[in-house]
């Protein structure tokens, strides 16, 4: 069993005398004395997150690169065959029962209103769909909970507000900030069956800020594994 | 593997002819005796040479319900460092008392005074037995199966409840306005008089709740003699949020988001622990791959950790500049953490069965430019501090632990080894990948504080060293390999990575990884198979680790306590839970 001994050594005398410990401490100091600064200047520059990050949720809607099982899924639970641009939710309630704080969610559907005979007789749609974000964890266990990727995380992360009721996000905005999300970094994320891409990177590389956070010294990211491909 | 083996124990039942031993399908090796026969059959385990059980884990107490009779039984968790395995001794806690152990491990007092908060037991022979965790006149004992998990709302506070124009809000905006007792000053101040009744001066010390150099709120008493501490005690509690609690009423999935804000500087060691013991409970062996990544992420939090610790220790002692130098490079591997978990800070990446998702591209280029570079940072703190004459004089002989407090106080971790005790879980329980890497355990000589400080400097080379070749082996790896446990028998055994509807069977656990605060070991109680946990214990490193800091500072001057707190490291959220 590999056992290393750390021990103290006592100052010797031409240490003592010529102060060698601090004129070594010094030195590294200085040197590190004309190095850029490396801090970035909130709220001015931003870090732009990764894709995987965890931030404020969203309501994907359906845009034709729904999972395979999503036509399944609508009709197992009975919910109105959705238009393009209609919400994926499906009011299964997964994402509610994989959650830690389930209070969070409020998920109601409802059946429509309509006469017998009616194609959408008897199927219902999701009608709330509120989410109180003060009491979120940010674990992201409700996006791997559902069943048509309609829930996901995008990369907000500011959420500060003067009261809190501005933390209950309801379907609307929810469906809002997916949209915008899934516009801007949707392709770096998701694929086109709305699954995680294999090649998803670590860090965004057009993202210059994130090279002070490195000391101007950045990785190259290349592969993972052997038999990855870009 | 790390449980004593089932003849040895059964020889003990030859032996005394009243122990009752078991051994669950995990592997934990459990010996039941009388109530009356507990001390003396502990003692025996403690001073045999043969069993040479002399280091104290854990002691917690299981509530097995309301209309069972026995009600209570303890457990003890303890360790032989000569033959290196473990053994839990159970007693049924008749009339709702115990023995108290604390004659024969100092260390059990805390453990004593926290079984007493959480469950009401009595421990005779305590010296001081007042509440642990929460204020002195708080009237119940939470973790009782009879205590509901949202509290008993006995105190009117409306002021949390948000008001537009003076009309309250409706639905998810409201809050009940009844709620949980909270303490007042009164009761603040009972609870400070009841921790130190004989006090030697006129005048105590109070160090805290909220000072800067407590690293948290921890609340030390002092009873001073000009300026040399007599006494000391500590009151913890104000970060105590009942995660026994909540573990037992949330899905085991569930439970990982809440291990993270435990140990908030490593949470994804305190994952660790956590899913060790679901899986050593479930049976699995998960995927080669998982091993590795995990062990890697591990390593990653440990040296994060301890680059927070070095930081905020030297800047404890006055050297400022380390503080921004550790944070430059604990920058980058939180940026790392960030792109592979998505989190910084609370990670959950971690689950019962593997990760949740494989390494992103390019995830292990840039943990390999990171560890390149390190070793040379390390080496620039290292001529910063360690030679310097100030910093020698502030830690050298300060504050020594001894070998024989390392096994009475269960001290874990970077505190045991800078003591000279070559205690580490990793080699111990090989759990993960541990048993296919390299590295040393370091190991101090005299136990003060300059050895913790250089242990944990070792540790993290050691850390180093392990990463390079976890990438190393990953790199060889296919992407195809499967990241998450796969059965063919998926009715049998349902695993899930969001968790849902995954059951536990019923038996008992425990499992602990090796956390850069010390061992964190999880004691799963599970009376029949099921979704949520019927005792979920935590045995926390840095609870522990703390308790020796009432002992280590007696004799020194006051100034030698934040030289102390600072090697101990504790995180509050760990050692309050």
């Known amino acids: 069993m590999g056992i290393k001994k750390v021990g103290a050594k006592p100052q010797t005398l031409v240490e003592k005398i010529f102060f060698l410990d601090f004129i070594k401490g010094l030195k590294t100091t200085i040197k590190h004395l004309w190095k850029k600064v490396i801090t970035v200047d909130f709220p001015y520059e931003v870090v732009t997150p990764p894709p995987r990050f965890r931030g404020v949720h969203g309501l994907r809607t359906v845009d034709g690169t729904e999972n395979p099982e999503f036509d399944s899924w609508v009709k197992r639970l009975k919910i109105k065959p959705p238009e393009p641009g209609e ?38 749609v999701m009608t709330v769909f509120n989410m109180d974000l003060s009491k979120c964890t940010f674990c992201g266990l409700c996006t791997q909970a559902c069943p ?8 907000i992360y500011d959420l500060s507000s003067y009261t809190r009721r501005s933390w209950v996000l309801d379907k609307d905005m929810l469906t809002q900030i997916a949209n915008d999300f899934v516009a801007r970094r ?24 994130r090279e002070k956070l490195w000391d101007f010294n950045m990785p190259k990211l290349g592969l993972n594994y052997h038999d990855q491909t870009a | 593997m790390s449980w004593i083996s089932v003849e040895k124990a059964k020889k003990l039942e030859e032996r005394f002819g009243y122990p009752k031993v078991s051994q669950d399908k995990s592997g934990v090796v459990s010996v039941e005796v009388p109530k009356d026969k507990f001390i003396e059959f502990l003692k025996f385990l403690k001073e045999d040479k043969e069993y040479d059980f002399r280091m104290f884990l854990d002691l917690t107490i299981i509530d097995h319900g309301e209309k069972e009779d026995p009600r209570f039984q303890g457990v003890v968790i303890l360790f032989s460092p000569t033959y290196q395995h473990r053994i839990i001794v159970k007693t049924w806690a008749l009339d709702e008392t115990l023995p108290t152990l604390t004659n024969l491990w100092k260390g059990a007092k805390w453990a004593e005074r926290e079984a007493w908060d959480m469950f009401g037991i009595k421990f005779e022979g305590h010296e001081n037995l007042v509440r642990m965790l929460l204020w002195e006149t708080y009237p ?61 001066s006129q005048i105590v010390l109070n160090w805290g709740p909220l000072h800067p150099g407590t690293h948290g709120t921890i609340w030390f008493l002092f009873d001073l003699d000009g300026e040399y501490v007599k006494q000391c005690d500590i009151i913890i509690g104000q970060l105590h949020r009942g995660v026994e609690k909540l573990g037992e009423n949330v899905n085991w999935q569930q439970f990982i988001p809440y291990t993270d804000r435990m140990d908030y ?60 130098y550790t944070f430059r490079e604990r920058e980058k591997i939180m940026d790392i953490i960030e792109g592979i978990s998505g989190a910084r800070f609370t990670i959950n990446y971690f689950r019962i069965g593997g990760v949740f998702a494989d390494l992103p591209y390019g995830a292990l280029d840039a943990i390999e430019h990171l560890i390149k570079d390190l070793p040379e940072r390390i080496n620039d703190y290292e001529t910063l501090l360690t030679r310097n004459r100030i910093w020698l004089s502030r830690n ?66 050691q850390s180093i060293r392990i990463i390079e070749q ?50 964190l070991g999880f004691y799963i109680y599970n009376k029949k198979d099921g979704l949520k946990a019927h005792r979920m214990r935590i045995r926390s490193g840095a609870f522990y680790n703390l308790q020796v800091f009432t002992k280590a500072i007696i004799g020194r001057p006051i100034a030698d306590a934040i030289t102390l707190l600072s090697t101990i490291d504790p995180v509050v959220g760990e050692t309050d839970r």
Not at chain 1, 148 to 155: E, K, S, V, Y
Not at chain 2, 143 to 159: C, H, M
Not at chain 2, 405 to 414: I, P
């Open chain 2, 140 to 200: 119940y004992h939470p973790l009782r199966k009879d205590f509901p998990l949202e509290g008993i709302k006995d105190t009117y506070l409306p002021s949390l409840n948000e008001t537009l124009r003076g009309d309250s809000l409706e639905g998810l905006f409201n809050y009940d306005r009844m709620h949980t007792a909270i303490p007042t000053m009164e009761d603040l101040e009972i609870t400070q008089k009841k921790r130190m009744p004989v006090k030697t």
């Open chain 1, 87 to 124: 919400t994926r939710c499906i009011a299964c309630k997964f994402c509610q029962a994989a959650c830690p704080v389930p209070e969070l969610f409020d998920i109601q559907s409802e059946k429509l209103d309509v006469p017998e005979g009616h194609p959408h007789y008897g199927l219902k």
């Open chain 2, 265 to 324: 500087i490593a949470a994804i060691n305190e994952n660790h622990a956590y899913v060790l013991a679901a899986e050593k409970l479930l049976g699995i062996e998960i995927p080669e791959k998982a091993k590795w990544i995990r062990t890697m992420m591990a390593e990653l939090s440990r040296i994060n950790s301890h680059l927070l610790w070095l930081g905020t220790y030297a800047l404890d002692l006055g050297a400022l500049t380390m503080f921004l």
């Open chain 2, 396 to 461: 050298k002989d300060v504050c020594i632990i001894t070998e024989e407090d390392v096994y009475e106080y269960g001290l874990t971790g970077a505190v045991a080894r800078g003591s000279g005790v070559p205690y580490d879980v990793r080699k111990i329980d090989k759990y993960d990948a541990y048993g296919e890497v390299e590295f040393d355990i370091p190991v101090g000589e005299t136990g003060d504080s300059y050895d913790r400080y250089l242990v944990r400097m070792e540790e993290m080379r």
């Open chain 1, 186 to 209: 949707g392709k770096e994320k998701f694929d086109e069956k709305s699954q995680w891409r294999e090649d998803q990177k670590l860090w965004p590389e057009y993202d210059r800020t």
């Open chain 1, 148 to 155: 048509t990727d309609c829930i996901i995380m995008t990369d």
């Open chain 2, 470 to 519: 976890c990438v190393a082996k990953l790199r060889r790896m296919s992407k195809n390999d499967p990241y998450f446990f796969q059965t063919p028998d998926e009715k049998k055994l349902k695993v899930t990575i969001d968790g849902r509807g995954m059951k536990l069977p019923a038996g008992e656990v425990y499992a602990s990884s090796d956390n850069p605060r010390g061992e």
